[in-house]
């Protein structure tokens, strides 16, 4: 087993109740955001229904992107100051390109067999909620918030919030056991209407969680991350 990626520089300290206020003090500061966008542009925006909410936060306007940033670099900065550390200055290790470059491999081959169970399944539902929320969205987007925000900031809060958080400081001793759980975390995080869409993230939970395993670096996997919403959302700088 690899001890090296769960040393923690606080030995014999529980992080288990620290990691659950971290994950709820995150998702209150995204509805606080959320809260604060809407109250500056409802008035311009004429927001008057939930779907009319949803479209507006899903178009990530300028003043939801930087309070976010601002929100997200806060939230690693405080964790740091608690104790919760995930980068390191240390060089990458000798397997860190290896395992991205699997861990891409993985995800792509979980994504192939997935799809075609889905095409199979249900061939008139292939794109989760989740899948097409993104797809309506980035139509009324440039190409700069596409990939600032479906491919860079994703993937560091949510390598941050499930990989980091549950892997390295909830259960860090057990780390099959963190794989599962961030994994499904993970999937819960993606709106999905149907099991086989839950089960599309799942295995992309885990190949990340096996990327962020085998180096040992939270870098790593979000550099599959990234890999992976930057092929997906290639179509969308197309169209």
């Known amino acids: 087993m690899n001890e090296t990626w769960y040393q923690d520089p606080y030995p014999g300290k529980s992080r288990k109740w620290l990691v659950i206020f971290s994950v709820i003090a995150y998702f209150v500061g995204e509805t606080i955001i959320q809260g604060l966008t809407l109250f500056f542009l409802s008035p311009e925006q004429n927001v008057d229904s939930a779907m009319d ?19 997200m670099a806060l939230f690693i900065w405080g ?12 060089k990458l290790p000798s397997n860190f390109f290896s395992g991205v470059l699997i861990g891409v491999v993985l995800i792509f081959a979980f994504q192939w067999l997935i799809g075609g169970l889905t095409q199979w399944l249900y061939p008139e539902q292939v794109d989760s ?3 097409t929320i993104l797809m309506n969205s ?12 479906f491919c860079i900031l994703p993937a560091i809060s949510e390598e941050i919030l499930t990989r980091g958080l549950i892997m390295r400081y909830f259960v860090p001793k057990h780390p099959f056991l963190g794989m599962v759980l961030a994994a499904a975390f993970f999937a819960t995080l993606h709106a999905s209407n149907l099991w086989i869409h839950w089960l599309g993230y799942y295995a992309m939970g885990m190949a990340l969680a096996w990327t962020y395993y085998r180096t040992g670096r939270i870098e790593a996997a979000m550099t599959v991350h990234f890999i992976n919403n930057f092929i997906a959302t290639i179509p969308m700088y197309l169209s």
């Open 129 to 131: 909620v989740n899948q």
């Open 138 to 149: 980035a139509n009324q987007m440039p190409n700069w918030k596409i990939f600032l925000c």
């Open 79 to 90: 964790m740091s100051a608690c104790g919760l550390k995930f980068f390191s200055r240390q």
């Open 53 to 71: 909410v949803l479209l507006l936060l899903n178009s990530y306007p300028l003043t939801y992107i930087i309070l976010d940033v601002i929100w």
